[in-house]
């Protein structure tokens, strides 16, 4: 009975010390996500810095207007203004603009900017319809693809452009080859225009 007594004892002081353990540790992690939580200040200390810094990285995503490659005058008083064709690195060209409407009215969007492809339908609004034509390779680019066959261009925009205001796009393509620092824009209700590539 004693030598039983004995073995309860020692299995009930292992499982003291594994439950003293275990909350120890769970206090330890508690301290570490307090620290954390007071490292996450400074984070979110650091968001306001971020947040100051937006306007810079709204600079980079909306276009720099300070710039115009060609304006293109479409149906309805939309004007489509491309203000960058930049080659990235990895190969591809971005393009960015505004469409903006210079009518007395507001304008809706037409459906044909999304083009006409039933697999990038799911998207919704898009310029999926926007291509590239490379005159001097033959050859013509298509707005690029994602792994879901999202079109790489902005999308789900409103309906319609008020009266005076303008809709900010971009669109990415495979870059044409370093050769040809010229390409023709083609968009449905535009005229094509030849922009020049940076």
Request: aromatic letters at 6%.
């Amino acid at each position: 009975m004693s030598t039983r007594y004995v073995r309860n004892m020692r299995r009930t002081g292992a499982a003291a010390l594994m439950v003293a353990t275990l909350t120890l540790s769970l206090s330890a992690c508690g301290g570490d996500d307090g620290e954390g939580a007071t490292g996450k200040a400074p984070s979110s200390s650091s968001a306001p810095s971020k947040a100051e810094k937006g306007p810079q990285d709204d600079g980079e995503t909306l276009p720099d207007t300070s710039k115009v490659l060609v304006t293109v005058k479409g149906e309805k008083g939309i004007d489509m203004v491309v203000h960058v064709a930049k080659r990235d690195e990895g190969g591809f060209l971005t393009l960015t603009g505004e469409f903006k409407n210079t009518s007395g009215s507001r304008v809706v969007t037409p459906v044909q900017w999304s083009g006409t492809e039933e697999a990038v339908a799911r998207t919704g609004a898009s310029l999926a319809a926007m291509t590239l034509v490379d005159s001097q390779a033959k050859k013509r680019y298509y707005v690029l693809r994602d792994t879901d066959n999202r079109p790489l261009t902005t999308t789900s925009y409103d309906s319609g452009i008020d009266a005076g205001k303008s809709l900010p796009f971009f669109a990415q393509f495979p870059a044409p080859p370093q050769t040809s620092t010229k390409v023709d824009i083609q968009f449905p209700g535009f005229t094509t225009a030849t922009i020049e590539i940076s």
